[in-house]
């Protein structure tokens, strides 16, 4: 069985941190990107950090480059998403994203349940 599981959200206070961690299983997770996206409240799904499956390249949305670090480990089969400085403005949903590509043709894709990041003085 397929399963993504997202753990690791909390209430923080502005400029804390939190570590989000999604462990996969049911599938070769070293042959998947692994992304990140989240969803605040009353607003749309917006991509936050992607890690490749190759070379492990990565890349983050404005808002949040400098402050949140994607990282992944096949061994394990775990993506991390460390998040320092954070602010109200991150609070939302936050959920794994695994995608299989041949070229440009999106071949498999798994979401984890999500994990919510709520960040409040």
């Known amino acids: 069985e397929v399963q993504l599981v997202d753990s690791g959200g909390g209430l923080v206070q502005p400029g804390d941190s939190l570590r989000l961690s999604c462990v996969a299983t049911?599938?070769?997770?070293?042959?998947?990107?692994m992304s990140w996206v989240r969803q605040a409240p009353g607003k749309g799904p917006e991509w936050v950090a992607a890690?490749?499956?190759?070379?492990?390249?990565?890349n983050y949305a404005s808002p949040v480059k400098g402050r949140f670090t994607i990282s992944r480990g096949n061994a394990e089969h775990t993506v991390w998403l460390q998040m320092n400085d954070l602010r109200p403005e991150d609070t939302a949903v936050y959920y794994c994203?695994?995608?299989?590509?041949?070229?440009?043709?999106?071949?498999?894709?798994?979401w984890g349940q999500g994990t919510q990041g709520t960040v409040s003085s």
């Open positions: 049911g599938f070769a997770f070293g042959d998947y990107d």
């Open positions: 994203n695994a995608q299989t590509r041949a070229g440009e043709i999106l071949i498999y894709e798994y």
């Open positions: 890690i490749e499956s190759g070379d492990g390249s990565t």
